[in-house]
């Protein structure tokens, strides 16, 4: 994935979202230049959506479960969402929510390959 078209984008809020990594990563051209993106697939559903990459915590997530996957992106699976609604809030792996971080509702165990 080089510079590809921008497909519609992967927009992950304060409520889970469970999806696979599609294919290796890329750049889109933006408003801005150009901005990092992997394809990703929503659990569930059978479109691929664009995820855009660049924020610190997200490739902190990314890049553990790259580790245990080889090295290799396409085939990770994940299942995070924002620590809150603000828009530059950290985004969390599924299972590591501060308490009350996610509205006083319960995440279920994380997968074991997001385990550290």
Do not use: C, H
Request: hydrophobic letters at 35%.
């Amino acid at each position: 994935m080089a510079t590809e078209e921008k497909a519609e984008q992967l927009k992950i809020g304060t409520s889970l979202v469970r999806f696979t990594i599609t294919s290796e990563p890329g750049v889109v051209p933006t408003y801005r230049g150009y901005a990092p993106v992997l394809k990703a697939r929503i659990a569930g559903e059978g479109t691929e959506k664009t995820l855009f990459i660049s924020s610190r915590s997200l490739t902190e997530i990314i890049e553990k479960a790259r580790a245990k996957n080889g090295g290799r992106w396409t085939g990770i699976e994940l299942a995070i969402q924002k620590e809150s609604d603000d828009k530059f809030a950290k985004y969390i792996l599924e299972g590591t929510a501060k308490p009350g971080a996610d509205g006083g509702k319960k995440n279920s165990a994380a997968p074991e390959e997001s385990e550290s």
